[in-house]
Structures are given as structure tokens and as C-alpha cells.
């Protein structure tokens, strides 16, 4: 099925440890976004790209890295994990402009102990 | 500075009735507004979209109404459904290229039966 699909879906890191989100659409977006989702605070943007070779911080950036491999790839990276980093992550993606908004993958859960 | 804000945590409708979800907003350079509805353990998904040139769109059961003036929207849903029960976030995008979308916290929402 077209969409958005993220790996894994279900993560526990210790605290120090790193590891690496993936995501992948298959839509021939240009854009694509990673969100944290955390109780009562809603979606917060971590970073996105705009288009393929582009990266730029979103609204909580810290602790993070990406890289937008290519169209259809962008990862999130956590170098050093923090109990601070526990969250529901979304990547998402969208055709530029597109009055739909985006197309979300289903989430990973990453509990950081 | 939240520039998207839904102030209603939660909101509990008897099914059949109207269910009406608020949400205002600080930025005057939004060019579209859209309502995500969410379930437990999976992605947001787009629900309905408004134009910042229009004050009201409507698909089916669901309704966007915009003010402007007030940079205030709200979604209707009538008649409210048990399968309507799911997290409301109200979003807004700007007129910059870069297609970013802002989220609000969200609101759940509760049909009784």
C-alpha cells in the first residue's frame, strides 16, 4: 500500500545508547517531516526537508540529527539518548504545497530508560 | 508562542448530537488551515482542509468554519458517531515555500452512547 512506513515500531534504548528511525514514503513527495508527539504538548516538528538535499531544524532539534538519503528516505538519528527523548515519533511527508497537508506513517513508540 | 492553540483538552458529545471543536490561532500569514484526526497507535490522518480565503467547507458530516477576524475555525461534526472518538488536532499552514505545517495539542473527543 502507498504511504508513509516507519521502523521500527517499538523501540527501549538505555540512556547513552544511539539509534536510528527510518522512514520511507513511496509517494514521490518532495517533503518530509519528523514530529514528537508527547501527552498534553501535541505534534512538535523535530526537522524536516524540504526537498531532496535540504535539512532544517523544526521546533525542538536538540539532541537530534537527520539525513534525507535520497527522495524517498529520512532518518532520524538520536546520537545519545535521554530518559528526556521518551515519546511517540511520526515521520510524515507531503507533495509541496499540497492542500491535504501531510501523510503520516503510523509511529514509533521509544521508551529511553 | 503557540500560534495554534485548542484550548478544550477534552470534550464529551452524545452520539447523534453535534460535536464542535475549537481553535484559534495568533499568525495572519497562515494561507491554510486543516483538522487531523487521530486513533490510539496510529498516525494522524488528514480529515478536512479551509482555504484562509473561505469561511466555511464542508465534506460530508464534517464542516470547517473560519473567522478571520477572530482567527478563530471550528470543526462540526453532525450526527457524531461512536467512531468519531479520536484526538482532533487543528493545524495551520504558512505562505513560506516551505510548506510547514503547526500543530495544536490536540483535542479528544468522547461520544457517549
Known amino acids: 500500500n502507498a504511504g508513509v512506513t516507519q521502523t521500527p515500531k517499538f523501540q527501549v534504548l538505555k540512556t547513552g545508547q544511539s539509534m536510528t528511525l527510518q522512514c520511507a514514503q513511496d509517494m514521490n513527495h518532495n517533503s518530509m517531516y519528523w514530529y514528537r508527539q508527547d501527552p498534553g504538548m501535541g505534534l512538535r516538528l523535530i526537522y524536516y526537508s524540504a526537498s531532496e538535499g535540504t535539512t532544517d531544524k523544526g521546533e525542538v532539534p536538540n539532541g537530534y540529527n537527520v539525513s534525507r538519503l535520497n527522495k524517498r528516505e529520512f532518518s532520524l538519528r538520536l546520537e545519545s539518548a535521554a530518559p528526556s527523548q521518551t515519546s511517540v515519533y511520526f515521520c510524515a511527508s507531503s507533495a509541496s504545497r499540497g492542500v491535504y497537508g501531510y501523510t503520516f506513517g503510523s509511529g514509533t513508540r521509544l521508551t529511553v530508560v | 508562542d503557540q500560534q495554534v492553540k485548542q484550548n478544550s483538552p477534552s470534550l464529551s458529545v452524545q452520539e447523534g448530537r453535534i460535536s464542535i471543536l475549537n481553535c484559534d490561532y495568533t499568525n495572519s500569514m497562515f494561507d491554510y488551515f486543516l483538522w487531523y484526526k487521530k486513533y490510539p497507535a496510529e498516525g494522524p490522518t488528514f480529515l478536512i482542509s479551509i482555504s484562509s480565503i473561505k469561511d466555511k467547507n464542508e465534506d460530508g458530516r464534517f464542516t470547517v468554519f473560519l473567522n478571520k477576524s477572530a482567527k478563530h475555525l471550528s470543526l462540526h461534526i453532525v450526527p457524531s458517531q461512536p467512531g468519531d472518538s479520536a484526538v482532533y488536532f487543528c493545524?495551520?499552514?504558512?505562505?513560506?515555500?516551505?510548506?510547514?505545517?503547526?500543530f495544536g495539542k490536540g483535542t479528544r473527543l468522547h461520544i457517549l452512547p
Open positions: 493545524a495551520a499552514r504558512t505562505q513560506n515555500r516551505d510548506d510547514k505545517i503547526i
